[in-house]
């Protein structure tokens, strides 16, 4: 079974290897974007050095990390499975002699190992090229941080697959995914790092799932993570991750029982 | 001379009326499903209000952004959001071309007697983009009151509606411009993406914290500043750069139907160039 899924994955990510345009136009996109919030944040900084912890070329490593992460763990417009529920496809989904969760979470792992090496790399490439800004060098944290990004991407996944499902109670669910994307890069630290929020927002922040999605991740590839304080996120995202996993499982399972064909 | 410009506005004035009947039909339909409307208005408020969120945040740690303080910077954020939210509202029917070439639709919309980019403009209104308009308002009205010193006089009375339209025609003559490509590229290109949402993003901030290729690009190639970083230093009293005079403001509405001509132009040009797609 395991090969199966293997399978699957693997042709999801050559699947995205067809859209070099779109990749490429993407691409630039997220150069763009980085590069205004990189001439933001230059700005500001002009007024003091450090802010929260942050120094000017820390800044610049999250907010080109952001870019280069975004599509790898919180796509945003992602619809693929609540398309597949309107359209009524969803049922040959189902039907497959495979967990309907972990095809789709198959599927995904591939999309993302392929947005991980055309998108995610070239952008930070791109951005260390424009704003000379380099790399961590620790080796501890690369290596913590390979432990967490699968999870943040996971973890997205799961996410991605809760506000899909909606789709089997409400026909028209863009609005909600549209939402629930935008509160989670909000909370993940894509817009502000966390550590700029006001204290009681922080510590709210801080116990949502959504940290372990970008923030977790970022904090540790800056190397602001360390020693227990590691383990202690390490330990929230795992957490999220298997709840939020057995969660959208059983919820899915609900909605499959009582699912009503759509289409024809 | 006499009886062409004559003949020139009543065709203007028939184009106006075809138009204003084809919104009010598309406002009836949307309408039906008030509750719908009524959401999508309220998420499209709620997800732009969390991209303002952002500059508060920014404030709460430092004192200015290259000497703006915090109201300032929300008055220039809240002028471009009201453009840009006007242009998504008028501008949705354009936005969504590509969808209508891919289907090979526009040889319908060529047989109809009446001008194709009058149907195509006519042709949607999002509603929900009324959410991005509300935003702006009220982060208008949170502008002022962190602006005390801040004193109205008729000409700034006057500028602001001015650089409001004037940017909301320049986004949607971008608009225009991604919707010609389809005429050869088929899909809308994210290119035109980068320009509005991008050029939507970049005109937030005041234009001088970028380098000065950015800053010319966006005053004298896409003149999306003059809509809405130009107006902005009129009503703050700043100057502008590059030592442009301020009294540009008033300008605006000239450099944006400029812009806009050359776009209906390349847009003319592109439908005589069409040739049919779809299956």
Redesign the interface.
Known sequence: MLRFYLEVARTAYRRQLIYRW?NL??L??NI??GA?LS??M???????PV??GYNVRDVLRYIWLVQAMVMIVLTFGWYDLMLTIRSGEVVSDLSKPCDFYWYWFSREMGRSAYYLLFRGLPTYLAGMLLFGFGVPGEWKAWLAYAASLPLAAMLGIAYRFLFNIVAFWIL?AR??G??AT??A??FSGS??PLS???SWLHAIAAWLPFNGLMNVPAQIFLGKLVGGALLIELGRQVFWLVALTIGVRSLASVAARRVIVQGG | MRSYIQSMMSNLLLDLRLYRRLIAMQLRAQLQYKMNVFIDIATYLSVTGLEFVPVLIYFGSFPSLLGWKVGEVALLFAITSMSFGLAELFGAGIDGFDETIRRGEFDRVLLRPAGALLQVVSSDIRLRRLGRITEGLLIFVLALGLLPGFSWTPLKLLVLPLGIVSGALVFIAILLLGATLCFWTVETTEITNILTYGGRELLSYPLTIYNQGLQRFFLFLVPLAFGTYIPTCYLLGRPLPFGLPGALAFGAPLVALAFALIAGATWRFGVHRYQSTGS
């Open positions: 779109a136009a993407g630039l996109t763009f974007f205004i001439y933001v230059i700005a500001l900084f002009h007024a003091r802010a929260a028209e609005a909600v549209t939402l935008t509160i890069l909000f817009y502000v700029f929020f006001p």
